[in-house]
């Protein structure tokens, strides 16, 4: 049966949290903020982040965590997106008030707006609601078997759904400790997975590489750890070989998106969740975990149809026996570190440049981080990639999105269509 957040959360919360998350509630409540309406804040991950999630799904206000590295154009979008009745200007002093012990929202209600790039270069924001969420933290807690004797690292953004499901909502449905991480650092990382005795841990491949180079690694650091699940690119047969021996843990793929959390791992459909593919192999998704759609009505459209169904933008196989790969993707994006990048957006800045006549961005992989972002410039005046990493900093661009590598070319290769030929880009010498 669906239930809130609020509900599911608040079941097993220890007396400290619980006491917490209601002075919280009604500090929001003290400031204006109704049902219905929403909280914004910009922080990276730490132990506020979690009861500002709670007071504000007790409350059945949505969250609109905004990702701690973006920068201030993409704040202003995001908030002019969502209109919240409160911006919480810094989480070291929350507002407190008369405590709110129950509300009970009801599951339907919008519990958070996630931000993620798509190729219309904006960032989109992902609606949620409290009963998916919930739904999708109480079933991952069971099919990774996970107990009250866990506990989580979380250096994913919890502005991200891998930070916000792993992090915050389904250690609250067990419970097991999180112990947030504000930045990634691969040899801090090893210490509190000693230190903390971390048994569970979910990122992209790039974490645990990292790891597996510092030269302080040793198996006894990481005895404690159990449970490694990891997606985005990069996550092959050969990574999860490694991994194992090197962490002497289970290390599952996981396949999922923010508008569709973790709806397989390694290869299987999780739960009652439906795939199928398209004519044009696309897979499309639909089920309980999936998202209420977009903020903006016309791209919700496209992909979010009125029976359900989810457009994932990638492409795959599902054999007679259900096992599913994923083989590519429609949607041009980045996946670099676990944090996905709009080719488009890039772009866009990149030809705002004066000197730059036509620019085409695109992932190229790489050992460490997945992929990287690497930029095709038809220029009028000669460029390279300090100019490039200076035009993103004065356009006030999170660091992440600059581009790695810059090539430039005569002019860019088009097919019949007038599109780049990006694969002839590819082609080209460094």
Sequence with gaps: MTVSLDEALGRVASPSLSKRVATLAGGLLDLGVEAGDAVAWQSPNREEVDWLYRACWRLGVTAVPLHHLAGEADVKRMLDATRPKVVIETLDDLPEGPPVEQFWPHPSQRAVVLFT?????????????????????????????????????????????????????????????????????????????????VTFMVGPPTFFISMMQQSGFTPEKVASLRLISSGGAGVSAAFVRDAE?????????????????????????????????DDNGELLIRGEEVALGYLDPDASGEVFSADGWYRSGDLATIAADGTVEITGRLKDIVIRGGENISTAEVEAVLESHPAVVHAVVLGEPDELMGERVVAYLETT???????????????????????ERVVVVDSIPLLPTGKPDKERLRSFPV
């Excluded at 300090?386 to 999105?401: M, N, S, Y």
């Design 381 to 403: 005046a000669p460029m390279d990639l300090d100019a490039v990493r200076a035009w993103f900093a004065e356009r006030q661009v999170a660091k992440f999105k600059t581009p």
């Design 245 to 277: 021996h090197a962490f002497g843990a289970r290390v599952k793929r996981t396949y999922g998106s923010t508008e569709a959390p973790s709806v397989i791992t390694d290869g299987r459909a999780i739960g009652p969740v439906e795939l199928r593919v």
């Design 117 to 197: 790039s798509g190729t219309s270069g904006a960032p989109k924001g992902v609606m949620h609601s409290q009963g998916a969420l919930a739904f999708k933290a109480l079933q991952m807690a069971g099919v990774h078997e996970l107990r009250p004797d866990d506990c989580v690292l979380m250096p994913a953004p919890c502005a991200h759904i891998s930070g916000l499901l792993n992090g915050i909502t389904l250690p609250g449905v067990v419970p097991f400790r999180t112990v947030f991480m504000a930045r990634w650092d691969p040899a801090v990382a090893l210490g509190l997975i000693e230190s903390e005795r």
